[in-house]
């Protein structure tokens, strides 16, 4: 599959993530706790990637489909619910990776520890008006180095 189209901002902090254990060095993200998540795009079946920021519940990571509150979800949740199958990247190591969209009452639940982790995203809803989706992604076996 082919990697994503290069985006210079993108590919900066994605360095930047490889070089400092997954968190921002500087910049509007810096110390941020971010994953770099790759899907199969629902329609074309390419590769796509998503910079994402995570909570945790247990071993799993918890991303939100927030949009920053745009009223749309983002493309990535159409591509996770027709390929749960993912990889991401933490800091510089990859994982095979089950993506789920969650649904009520966890989602709720979720919601609400996403928004305690991460409290920027609380009026997220009410300014997309829309329920957020929230995804479970649970890795798969050990780790790689990335490259």
Request: without cysteine; proline residues 8%; glycine residues 8%.
């Amino acid at each position: 599959m082919a990697e994503p189209a290069a985006n210079p901002w993108e590919e900066s902090l994605i360095a930047d993530l490889r070089a400092n254990d997954g968190k921002p060095s500087r910049g509007p993200l810096e110390g941020q706790s971010l994953l770099v998540m790759y899907t199969t795009g629902a329609k074309s079946g390419q590769r796509r990637r998503q910079i994402l920021t995570y909570s945790r519940e247990g071993d799993a990571y918890i991303v939100a489909g927030s949009a920053s509150g745009a009223p749309s979800d983002p493309a990535w949740i159409a591509n996770v619910r027709a390929n749960p199958e993912v990889e991401i990247e933490l800091g510089n190591q990859t994982y095979e990776a089950t993506a789920e969209v969650v649904g009520e009452p966890d989602r709720e639940r979720l919601w609400n520890a996403h928004v305690a982790a991460l409290p920027w995203f609380a009026d997220y809803e009410a300014q997309a008006g829309r329920k957020i989706p929230i995804v479970r992604i649970t890795t798969k076996g050990s780790p790689r180095p990335v490259g």
